[in-house]
């Protein structure tokens, strides 16, 4: 069974930066494309960023293009949301997420996601 645990959330005041920070359990991570979603309450859950394989292809949401920044080390099994300039509507949970079959590149829906962390809260004061 995968296992991702998300970690690095917090409060923070708008214009600050967070890093957020993802462990997968399987050996196999650095096969599969990453992505980060973030779900507000009563609002669906949005694809924030996704990150090839490799991790030379990287992929993100309009709202957060320029302030974000995903990254992996596949030596670690780990992968990262660098969240720079945050704003309050970025407040949200955040998960990384896991597709269950074998891709290079990240979909960008989250039904094409199998394996999710529990997430982890990042709230932006103003």
């Known amino acids: 069974q995968v296992q991702l645990v998300e970690s690095g959330g917090g409060l923070v005041q708008a214009g600050g930066s967070l890093r957020l920070s993802c462990a997968v359990s399987e050996r196999t991570f650095r096969m599969y494309a990453m992505g980060w979603f973030r779900q507000a309450p009563g609002k669906e859950r949005d694809f924030v960023a996704g990150?090839?394989?490799?991790?030379?292809?990287?992929y993100y949401a309009d709202s957060v293009k320029g302030r974000f920044t995903i990254s992996r080390d596949n030596a670690k099994n780990m992968v990262y949301l660098q969240m720079n300039s945050l704003k309050p509507e970025d407040t949200a949970v955040y998960f990384c997420a896991s597709p269950r079959v074998i891709m290079n590149n990240p979909p960008r829906t989250a039904s094409a996601y199998y394996y999710w962390g529990q997430g982890t809260q990042v709230t932006v004061s103003s």
């Open positions: 990150i090839s394989v490799s991790g030379g292809n990287t």
